[in-house]
Every structure is written in structure tokens, then in C-alpha cells.
T-cell receptor
């Protein structure tokens, strides 16, 4: 099982749609979780951290299910500007690299007019 | 504003040549990381450093080296460039070791012919 798995997509949705991305991780001892956004040919940028109780930032909601080792990102009222690749990120818990980030391959979202 | 900068942004070189990619951050972060990003692989960790004089190998370190002589810089050297090292390289930094989000530079597109 890969350390962080995401559906690569692409997810093609119309403006205004609600879209959800899922991510599973293999290391039950991972402590920190993030969603990053990456635009084409650009650097990854932190979208939001993911907390155990779930958290919301405007149109974006992130949830964590530790028992199932599952993270989700919900985007409501999609905008054209939301088109990007969304990276699921968890922390490593292996020896000397404990705390380093492990990146999923990303889920591509395309929002159409 | 604090930032992390990479140079050059683009480089074309020939196999066998030594290449050094620069990374400079003004966040005063102890932790710095180098990744490469290729289609189908996502971000893969090459080397990382938790402080001055500290360097560690990541997942794909063969053919690469780093040195950390001060807090601000972590140059990445390709000792003898190979075509398989054609990629987009990202440098990142973080404030602490324990699962903090990382801030990324703009990336360097390296082509080895």
C-alpha cells in the first residue's frame, strides 16, 4: 500500500458545483495533515491544515478520520479559479525523518464555466 | 516579507556536467528540503537539513548532494548530470521539525540533454 493515495482525477465540474476529494494514508502514527494546492507549472502552496475535529475555511472544509486513515477536502460553490491540482500531505513517522512531509500525487480539478 | 527563492528558474545542460541549484530563504527556518517532481511520481524528497552542518538523504538521493554552511542556504549539486535527472526541482523550508507545513520556492526547471 502506498503511503498516501489519492484519486488522480481529473474531476471536471461546472462552476457552482460541490466537489469532494479523498485521500488515504498508510501510517497510522502520522500526526499532521495538510491539503496543498498546486497550479500548473507552479510551486505547491498550503491550502489548509487538517485537524481531528474537522475545520472549515470559507468554501473549503477538511475532515480527518484517524480510525479509517482517511482525509477529505470538500469545495463548495466551485470557482473557475479553483482549477488546480490538490495534494494530500501527511507527516512521516519513520526514524530520523519523523515529521517530514509525504505528498500524495495529487487530484486534478478542472472547473468549467 | 520573508521568502524562499530558487535560482536559476530554468537551466539546460549536458550529461556529465556538474550542476548546482541555489535555494535561499529569509524565514530563518532551520529545516530545508529539496524535492523533485516528475509526472506520475509527485513530489519526491532528495535531501533535507535540520540545521547548519546537518544533511540527510531522502528517498531519491543518488546522484545528488547538499551542503548547509548557514541557515539561509541549501544548494543542491548534481555531481554528474544524467538525463534521468531532467525534472522540476523545488526547495522548501519549515519552522520546526514536527509536522509543520513547508513553504516552497518557485522551482527550477532543469533539462539535461
Amino acid at each position: 500500500r502506498k503511503e498516501v493515495e489519492q484519486d488522480p482525477g481529473p474531476f471536471n465540474v461546472p462552476e457552482g458545483a460541490t466537489v469532494a476529494f479523498n485521500c488515504t494514508y498508510s501510517n497510522s502514527a502520522s500526526q499532521s495533515f495538510f491539503w496543498y494546492r498546486q497550479d500548473c507549472r507552479k510551486e505547491p502552496k498550503l491550502l489548509m491544515s487538517v485537524y481531528s475535529s474537522g475545520n472549515e475555511d470559507g468554501r473549503f472544509t477538511a475532515q480527518l478520520n484517524r480510525a479509517s486513515q482517511y482525509i477529505s477536502l470538500l469545495i463548495r460553490d466551485s470557482k473557475l479559479s479553483d482549477s488546480a491540482t490538490y495534494l494530500c500531505v501527511v507527516t512521516s513517522n519513520y526514524g530520523g525523518s519523523q515529521g517530514n512531509l509525504i505528498f500524495g500525487k495529487g487530484t486534478k480539478l478542472s472547473v468549467k464555466p | 516579507d520573508a521568502e524562499i527563492t530558487q535560482s536559476p528558474r530554468h537551466k539546460i545542460t549536458e550529461t556529465g556536467r556538474q550542476v548546482t541549484l541555489a535555494c535561499h530563504q529569509t524565514w530563518n527556518h532551520n529545516n530545508m528540503f529539496w524535492y523533485r517532481q516528475d509526472l506520475g511520481h509527485g513530489l519526491r524528497l532528495i535531501h533535507y537539513s535540520y540545521g547548519v552542518q546537518d544533511t540527510n538523504k531522502g528517498e531519491v538521493s543518488d546522484g545528488y548532494s547538499v551542503s548547509r554552511s548557514n541557515t539561509e542556504d541549501l544548494p543542491l549539486t548534481l555531481e554528474s548530470a544524467a538525463s534521468s535527472q531532467t525534472s522540476v526541482y523545488f526547495c522548501a523550508s519549515s519552522e520546526t521539525r514536527t509536522g509543520q507545513p513547508q513553504h516552497f520556492g518557485d522551482g527550477t526547471r532543469l533539462s539535461i540533454l
